[in-house]
């Protein structure tokens, strides 16, 4: 699977963004996805993912209530999108398929297999 992120940008504190994820080579549908970020000088962090058949959402604390992950199967899609951003929320963001199909809950790097080149976001004023 190969996946292509796009969507990232500049805006203000406070802004929206939407990133999406396309993925071509085979269908993802029966996998987890997910979207991670690394902002300089840190280290890679879990953003949000959403479980195999889209009906369970997981997310970081940070990005709880302003950050809403989904999928669009038929169009083999994924997507972040993002509200009331913040300085910190600058990162590049990846989006990511898991290794393993069927599965619901999957949060740590090492569990997701196939990855895309990224997208920066950044937030200032």
């Known amino acids: 699977v190969q996946l292509a992120e796009s969507g990232g940008g500049l805006v203000q504190p406070g802004g929206s963004l939407r990133l999406s994820c396309a993925a071509s080579?085979?269908?993802?549908?029966?996998?987890?996805m997910g979207w991670f970020r690394q902002a300089p000088g840190k280290e890679r962090e879990f953003v949000a993912s959403?479980?195999?058949?889209?009906?369970?959402?997981y997310y970081a604390d940070s990005v709880k209530g302003r950050f809403t992950i989904s999928r669009d199967k038929a169009k083999n899609m994924l997507y972040l999108q993002m509200i009331s951003l913040k300085p910190e929320d600058t990162a590049v963001y990846y989006c990511?398929?898991?290794?393993?199909?069927?599965?619901?809950?999957?949060?740590?790097?090492?569990?997701?297999?196939?990855w895309g080149q990224g997208t920066q976001v950044t937030v200032t004023s």
């Open positions: 990511a398929a898991d290794k393993t199909g069927f599965r619901v809950v999957v949060t740590t790097e090492d569990d997701f297999g196939s």
């Open positions: 080579g085979r269908s993802f549908s029966s996998y987890a």
């Open positions: 959403i479980s195999w058949s889209g009906s369970t959402e």
